[in-house]
């Protein structure tokens, strides 16, 4: 079976602080994709990321980085410098060989002005 | 170019009635998802489609769901007879081939409620 846990219901943070989105994955798949997206209070979901199981190296997009870590399936989300626009429910997600993409719980981040 | 596009935005209907939601996805796209989120189950996967045809669909809640894509570029998901534990806001989303690689291409989803 597959399964996303984003422990973390609720983060707050004043702006400019850097603020870290744990997601933790579990699957038999050899082969596998994970994502995060974005949902504003607008409600649309945002893909931001993909990383596949065979590539460890950590990204860096912007104010956004990822770091990914097979060894304790974990794929965390750290945001710079963090500000009012930020503000959304982040969801980390886990493709594997089924083709289905199963979501975390979500993780509301609220950045305080 | 237009993303997927899903109606009605908005609907609200009494117990008892048809519900049915519309996608169109993303010109050449070969899968196509349908997703319901509510705040208690988050986003759950309901049914997916490689090619127009439906791959998986444990996750349907009941018989009172179904779902057809009859062609490429559309597919709808009914509810008959609706019931007040089916409001949610519905998305549907579709992807460029049938691996596991690609991003979902998200709608801006269907807000039931059900009164």
Sequence with gaps: AQKVT???????????????????????????YLFWYKQPPSGELVFLIRRNSFDEQNEISGRYSWNFQKSTSSFNFTITASQVVDSAVYFCALNGNTGKLIFGQGTTLQVKP | DAGVIQSPRHEVTEMGQEVTLRCKPISGHNSLFWYRQTMMRGLELLIYFNNNVPIDDSGMP?????????????????????????????????REGFANTGELFFGEGSRLTVL
């Design chain 1, 6 to 32: 984003q422990a973390q219901t609720e983060i707050s943070v004043v702006e400019k602080e850097d603020v870290t989105l744990d997601c933790v994955y579990e699957t038999r798949d050899t082969t596998y």
């Design chain 2, 62 to 94: 009941e018989d009172r769901f179904s779902a057809k894509m009859p062609n490429a570029s559309f597919s709808t998901l009914k509810i008959q007879p609706s019931e007040p534990r089916d409001s949610a806001v519905y998305f549907c989303a579709s």
